[in-house]
């Protein structure tokens, strides 16, 4: 679902990054094509396995193609997709909580925001709050993840929102 998301969150750590006029293009460079590659050769594999058939009446196309390939050890597959949805999902919020620092030092959000982990120099606060914010969203259905993208999608326009507004603030000013 958020395969191809890394390079924008990595967007939001630049400062934590050592080298990163160096490091930011090779990490987009190199993860952008190695998914698209994975993504190809995984629907290649797909297709090498099961008809178009099998596919479209398939509830979940992945867990078919385990069945049929791995036999006793597909239940690899809904382990893989699991792991996989948590990795995405601490990207998006280890960027998250420096999304809500960036704000905040910059006047957009609270000052108490702005704040850092006294031992660790994470913006304890900023994540503090992120996720706080989420978990108004979370209720005992399936929508919790639906509510979660949501969220984050809406968190991204705003910061976007801010930084074209001080883009012409900029160019107004000079």
Same mark, same amino acid.
């Given at each position: ?8 969150? *990595?967007?939001? +750590?630049?400062?934590? /990054? ?9 990490? /987009? %460079?190199?993860? /952008? =094509?190695?998914?698209? !590659?994975?993504? &190809?050769? %995984?629907? +290649?594999?797909? *297709? &090498? ?6 596919? %479209?009446? @398939?509830?979940? +196309? ?5 069945? #049929? ?8 597959? =809904?382990?893989?997709?699991?792991? @996989?949805?948590?990795?995405? &999902?601490?990207?998006? !919020? ?7 620092? &960036?704000?905040? #030092? ?16 994470? =913006?304890? =606060?900023? *994540?503090?709050?992120?996720?706080? +914010?989420? $978990?108004?969203?979370?209720?005992? $259905?399936? #929508? ?19 930084? %074209?507004?001080? *883009?012409?603030?900029? @160019?107004?000013? $000079?």
């Amino acid at each position: 679902m958020w395969a191809y998301d890394g390079w924008n969150n *990595l967007n939001y +750590v630049t400062e934590e /990054i050592q080298n990163p006029s160096k490091n930011l293009p090779r990490s /987009i %460079i190199i993860g /952008i =094509p190695l998914v698209t !590659l994975c993504y &190809a050769l %995984i629907n +290649v594999s797909y *297709l &090498a396995a099961m008809s178009p058939t099998e596919m %479209i009446e @398939s509830e979940a +196309v992945a867990v078919t193609f385990g069945n #049929r390939i791995l036999g006793v050890m597909a239940w690899l597959m =809904p382990l893989s997709v699991t792991i @996989s949805t948590f990795g995405s &999902a601490n990207g998006t !919020l280890f960027a998250a909580g420096r999304l809500c620092f &960036a704000a905040s #030092r910059e006047g957009h959000l609270l000052d108490i925001l702005s704040y850092v982990h006294v031992r660790r120099l994470t =913006p304890a =606060p900023g *994540l503090i709050f992120h996720v706080s +914010v989420k $978990s108004l969203f979370i209720d005992k $259905s399936y #929508r919790i993840l639906f509510c979660f993208l949501i969220s984050t999608i809406c968190l991204k326009i705003v910061d976007k929102g801010h930084f %074209i507004h001080l *883009l012409k603030q900029t @160019s107004t000013a $000079s």
